[in-house]
């Protein structure tokens, strides 16, 4: 019988409730922003620079669709945490990009991505949908390139604000995002019911 997963803000007053009712903590996540007026252009150019020594740093395009599709059936099992930060298989449709939904990625031999960040635009926010680097490529800066790459280019297209969250385990996204200069300004618990309530539940449908 599957339980069911609550994702709440780490200060809702109904948390304690929810504990007390048998609902536990499975996963911690936070959501931060970082405000065109703090972007410093020089640092992310450089974490741009850098990513470039191991491909091209560039917007996807719709020539990239199928490269960027494959990348991400390669890594589908890569994601930590719980419901609040898991990531949904792109389909040919979220691969798009569209002026609402930017993508930027680095590019290896062949073209093949080896990158991505998806970000989703409305007016002047954007938010990160997800970033994704290929195994064998992480740790070498790509993934902090290829962030700082679309706030780049969102900043010049009139983005003010972006948004971008993450599991608490996830070290290596948090590091990367604080030296973007995004700011931690939420944090959430994922909860998962205790074994008998989705049952009550689904008895009484
Ligand atoms: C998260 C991810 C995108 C980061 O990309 P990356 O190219 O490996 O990261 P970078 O090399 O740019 O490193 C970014 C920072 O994280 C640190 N870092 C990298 N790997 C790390 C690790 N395994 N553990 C802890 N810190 C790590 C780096 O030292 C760097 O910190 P700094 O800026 O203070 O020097 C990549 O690891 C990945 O694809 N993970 C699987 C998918 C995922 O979890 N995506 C994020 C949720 S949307």
Partial sequence: ??????????DDARLSELEAAGWVVVARSWAAQLTASRVDVHALSTLVQRGRRHG????????????????????????????ATQHNPLTRSSA????????????????????VTFVDVDGNHAETDFTVVAAEFRGLGVGSAVKAASVLALLRDGVEVFRTGGA??????FA??????????????????PPG???????QR
């Avoid at 309530?197 to 008895?203: D, I, N, S, Y």
Wanted: aromatic share 6%; no cysteine; hydrophobic share 45%.
């Fill in 197 to 203: 309530v989705v049952e009550t539940t689904q008895a």
């Fill in 96 to 115: 798009r990009v569209t002026p609402v939904r930017r993508g930027f990625g680095a590019f290896g031999d062949s073209a093949r991505a080896v990158a």
């Fill in 168 to 173: 608490a385990e996830n070290s290596a996204i």
């Fill in 176 to 193: 990367s995002n604080i030296s973007l200069g995004y700011e931690i300004d939420e944090d959430w618990v994922t909860l998962l019911s």
């Fill in 1 to 10: 019988m599957q339980r069911e997963q609550m994702v709440v803000r780490s």
């Fill in 56 to 83: 091209d740093i560039r917007e996807i395009g719709d020539a990239d669709l199928a490269s960027v599709l494959a990348l991400d059936a390669a890594t589908l099992a890569d994601y930590p945490g719980g419901a």
